[in-house]
């Protein structure tokens, strides 16, 4: 099993926790620097009741729990805090449900949880903007109603963090960027749920102080989106501009030609021809270079937890776009691989084994996910390997899912929930427990 490379930009509230509340002390610092420590995100065995005890023998069972199931030990560790709700562990235990669901793609879970755990840390920035982002995926009215009451504390909690004093144990420098990042992350996230809402007016101004604070290419094109909603055209090729020359070497193709499409949508709109686009372009590039060239350089940018599954747009090996959303209602299996990694490719050939068994089953469809950095390694490999199964870039869907190694699979029930998980390769076993998880996912209800 290969331990999966950490690309793309780190969180930033996981920045801010670890910064803001040292590991050694209380706080979402401490327990977001013991998730970085251990993959498998069950608690580790807290102190509390003598070894035999009825308490530490019941837990000692959940932490047996197959970390394959992640919807199986969100029930054991529910029902552990039913029969022990004063147990010392609570929060802990709480806090790896919130985890796990988070993981698991199940947003209920996670956001009943989530208000749970913010009862307890009501300045909690992970959990509140969490919350917001899994409020704001839904769409009926109580849920955006929290989704907006949650966003507003996040913006809250953000301004007042200008104003404290900077820890001690915290440089100087490091605290302006956490300022900084905290709250342009805030602002973006309450623009995305008023955009959603539609008051345009409102997601105007939060998206515009979000990139006033921390410029980046997903704030520009979201204020690009709001101003073609609002027939502002002018603004709309400024943002989309902004959003297209955007010095970031992170910045995917198939993202980049999104944003040219729109710009260029925008362009003909007012212009009826794309005439003058390009010295446009090439004016707002050395502009940006000159304006940025002073940030501090930092793999952080605003809303990269915030990303609903759902609105993933992987890409297809022949450029088209895969909408993840188009799944919903199929068991979908996924492979996550990579070219230079030895066990992806045996476990190819084994997954391509299983996508046969289940071809002709219209409600599962089965995806190899390709994480690697260099496509152009990809076409080749896939050609030569024989496979049949669809692949599709990946496009930072392992990151979002919380993939720490290669090879690692994943099923995700009809509601989109990730039901088994499993990481590394044991070729015996492989093929005869993928099936069963498969047929267990189609005969669930």
Do not use: C
């Given at each position: 099993m290969f331990s999966a490379a950490r690309r793309g930009p780190a969180r930033t509230l996981l920045l801010y926790s670890i910064l803001v509340f040292p590991a050694t002390g209380s706080g979402p610092g401490r327990l977001a620097a013991e998730?970085?420590?251990?993959?498998?995100?069950?608690?580790?065995?807290?102190?509390?009741?003598?070894?035999?005890?009825?308490?530490?023998?019941?837990?000692?069972?959940?932490?047996?729990?197959?970390?394959?199931?992640?919807?199986?030990?969100?029930?054991?560790?529910?029902?552990?805090?039913?029969?022990?709700?004063?147990?010392?562990?609570?929060?802990?235990?709480?806090?790896?449900?919130?985890?796990?669901?988070?993981?698991?793609?199940?947003?209920?879970?996670?956001?009943?949880?989530?208000?749970?755990?913010?009862?307890?840390?009501?300045?909690?920035?992970?959990?509140?903007?969490?919350?917001?982002?899994?409020?704001?995926?839904?769409?009926?009215?109580?849920?955006?109603?929290?989704?907006?009451?949650?966003?507003?504390?996040?913006?809250?909690?953000?301004?007042?963090?200008?104003?404290?004093?900077?820890?001690?144990?915290?440089?100087?420098?490091?605290?302006?960027?956490?300022?900084?990042?905290?709250?342009?992350?805030?602002?973006?996230?309450?623009?995305?749920?008023?955009?959603?809402?539609?008051?345009?007016?409102?997601?105007?101004?939060?998206?515009?102080?979000?990139?006033?604070?921390?410029?980046?290419?997903?704030?520009?094109?979201?204020?690009?989106?709001?101003?073609?909603?609002?027939?502002?055209?002018?603004?709309?090729?400024?943002?989309?501009?902004?959003?297209?020359v955007f010095p970031d070497k992170r910045t995917d193709p198939a993202r980049q030609g999104q944003i040219r499409r729109k710009l260029g949508s925008a362009y003909i709109l007012k212009y009826q021809s794309e005439k003058g686009l390009g010295e446009l372009i090439l004016a707002r590039y050395d502009e940006l270079v000159t304006s940025l060239a002073a940030r501090v350089k930092t793999e952080t940018k605003p809303g990269a937890q915030s990303h609903d599954p759902d609105e993933f747009i992987l890409q297809r090996l022949e450029g088209s776009d895969l909408r993840l959303s188009e799944l919903r209602g199929k068991v979908v299996v996924m492979d996550f691989w990579a070219t230079w990694c030895g066990p992806c490719r045996l476990e190819g050939k084994l997954f391509e084994h299983v996508f046969e068994t289940f071809r002709q089953e219209p409600a599962v469809a089965f995806l190899a996910i390709n994480t690697d950095e260099d496509r152009s390694l990809v076409p080749n490999f896939v050609k030569e390997e024989k496979w049949t199964v669809p692949v599709a870039y990946g496009l930072g869907l392992d990151q979002l899912l919380g993939i720490r190694a290669l090879p690692t699979v994943l099923i995700l029930d009809r509601e989109g929930r990730v039901i088994f998980r499993q990481a590394g390769l044991d070729p015996g076993s492989f093929v005869p427990t993928l099936e069963e998880k498969v047929r267990e996912a189609l005969n669930k209800d």
């Open positions: 998730n970085e420590k251990k993959p498998t995100s069950q608690p580790a065995p807290a102190s509390g009741p003598a070894q035999g005890s009825e308490e530490s023998s019941a837990f000692a069972r959940v932490i047996a729990t197959p970390p394959t199931d992640p919807q199986a030990l969100i029930n054991s560790l529910e029902d552990f805090l039913a029969r022990f709700p004063e147990s010392p562990r609570r929060e802990q235990i709480l806090r790896t449900i919130f985890k796990q669901a988070l993981q698991a793609n199940d947003a209920r879970k996670a956001a009943a949880t989530g208000e749970t755990l913010l009862e307890l840390n009501r300045e909690d920035p992970d959990l509140l903007s969490a919350l917001t982002d899994l409020y704001d995926r839904q769409t009926d009215a109580a849920s955006r109603e929290k989704a907006l009451r949650y966003a507003t504390r996040f913006v809250a909690h953000a301004e007042k963090l200008t104003a404290q004093t900077r820890p001690a144990e915290i440089p100087a420098e490091k605290w302006t960027e956490v300022q900084t990042l905290v709250r342009a992350t805030a602002y973006f996230m309450r623009g995305k749920v008023y955009f959603k809402s539609g008051e345009s007016e409102r997601a105007a101004a939060d998206f515009q102080k979000s990139l006033a604070i921390y410029p980046t290419a997903e704030v520009a094109e979201r204020l690009g989106d709001v101003a073609m909603q609002r027939s502002e055209t002018d603004r709309a090729i400024d943002a989309y501009a902004t959003a297209f």
